[in-house]
């Protein structure tokens, strides 16, 4: 699993932000992506994207760059968590006004698969066969290669165009759980801390970092689970279960972004920090 991007919807640096948080980000030339993975089968020489976001094109060029090639350009599949534009609006880059794919096929769910279907601009992709979207089931889990199994599950969250999830993706050798967005652990159905041990690596929202980062906005508009809240969840339990979890889809505002001492204070308590290219197996 390779990661090519960890910030939420918004990218970093954000749009119109002039703050602290933003302020050298502006002036850096190495871009923090958004959230988005590539899960690599170096035999087959297949891969598959999770979430088409709106940087796919510097995604798909990041990923044959660290991959010196060796992979077709386009993914054999992209999964999509859900209709956030953080996490399918790069979609519309394969369309005729851009590459002109042939047949890309997009993993989601019901509700998303029939809203690709029915609203433009991605019904046209669908009429113009770019892409070609096959319907996943909650809990039911579709083998895109030999050896690797995709599981969506559904996870409470702001659903306004679409259902939300998170994946579990099982390869011969290593497991993972990938949760860029949740409303709040406890509102889901499953156990978080079972999940994680669960699996190898875990790669869970990062949202914000606290319930004090957004002066003047009431946080219940935009529920996310806490790196806080996070952390203290998993107090105690284990050091190697802490050291699965991989906090990822950061908002720019989060100080893991931007603060060394928040990122130092994380790892010191046991968890880690997803970063941007690196590869996990």
């Known amino acids: 699993m390779i990661v090519l991007g960890t910030v939420q919807d918004g990218g970093y640096p954000h749009i119109g932000c002039k703050k ?33 976001t709106p940087d796919i094109k510097e995604q798909l060029q990041y990923f044959k760059t660290i991959t010196n090639g060796r992979y077709n350009y386009l993914p054999d599949g992209i999964f999509i968590t859900h209709a956030h534009i953080g996490h399918y609006t790069g979609l519309m880059q ?6 002109g794919a042939k047949a890309v096929t997009v993993y989601s769910m019901p ?18 066969q770019n892409i070609s979207v096959y319907a ?36 011969n050798t290593t497991s993972y759980l990938f949760i860029p967005d949740i409303d709040k652990w406890q509102k889901w159905d499953k156990q978080i801390i079972d999940e994680v041990k669960a699996v190898d690596f875990a790669f869970i929202d990062a949202t ?20 806080s809240e996070t952390m ?21 505002t989060n100080p893991l972004l931007w603060r060394k001492p928040a990122e130092d204070s994380v790892r010191k308590q046991g968890f880690n920090i997803a970063k941007q290219g690196n590869t996990y197996k």
């Open 20 to 52: 602290t948080c933003c302020e050298k980000a502006w002036k850096r030339t190495d871009k923090q992506y958004i959230v988005s993975l590539a899960l690599v089968d170096s035999q087959s020489r297949k891969w598959w994207l999770f979430e088409a």
């Open 94 to 99: 394969l369309g005729r006004e851009a590459l």
């Open 208 to 227: 914000f970092y606290n319930e004090a980062e957004l002066p003047g906005k009431r946080m219940e508009e935009v529920p996310h689970p806490f790196v």
């Open 111 to 128: 509700v998303l698969k029939n809203y690709f279907e029915t609203n433009g601009p991605w019904s046209q992709l669908v009429k113009l």
């Open 232 to 252: 203290q969840l998993f107090t105690n339990e284990a050091d190697y279960v802490k050291s699965k979890i991989h906090f990822i889809h950061i908002n720019h």
């Open 136 to 171: 996943l089931q909650n809990g039911k889990h579709v083998i895109p290669a030999s050896g690797i199994s995709v599981t969506p599950y559904i996870v409470p969250h702001r659903d306004e165009y679409s259902e939300t999830v998170g994946f579990k993706i099982t390869t």
